[in-house]
């Protein structure tokens, strides 16, 4: 299962922090991680093996949309900061719309990300 995970800049060390504490479900073989850039290098840095899309600004979050399209992600994890603006709003919006359009679920914060990962751990 290809799992996205992004984070605004204020959300990037919860994201890794999220990811280490779910580090036995999200190394198992059957999980693929993928994020924007700098996301990425974070996670990689935290020894998970991701495949690393453009920043969100430059890109990113449309790449990942794409793969959410193309039926490739399967879940999406947006850490996403309420508290600040973000100058590429519109390509954040458009992720959100293509996963409700092609039914991915979709986590903005640590409790529902956690959520969904505690129901692909029941599956396996």
Request: proline share 2%; hydrophobic share 50%; charged share 20%.
């Amino acid at each position: 299962m290809e799992i996205a995970i992004i984070a605004h800049d204020g959300k990037k060390a919860d994201m890794v922090q999220f990811l280490n504490k779910n580090k036995g479900l999200l190394l198992q073989e059957n999980i693929k991680l993928i994020a924007t850039g700098t996301t990425g290098s974070k996670a990689e840095n935290a020894g998970f093996k991701v495949k690393r899309m453009l920043s969100g600004p430059m890109g990113g979050d449309a790449q990942i949309a794409a793969r959410v399209a193309e039926g490739k992600t399967k879940m999406v994890f947006f850490f996403k900061d309420p508290l600040a603006s973000h100058a590429h709003e519109v390509d954040i919006n458009m992720l959100i719309r293509v996963c409700d359009v092609h039914n991915v679920p979709l986590a903005t914060n640590e409790a529902s990300a956690q959520l969904l990962l505690n129901a692909i751990a029941l599956q396996l």
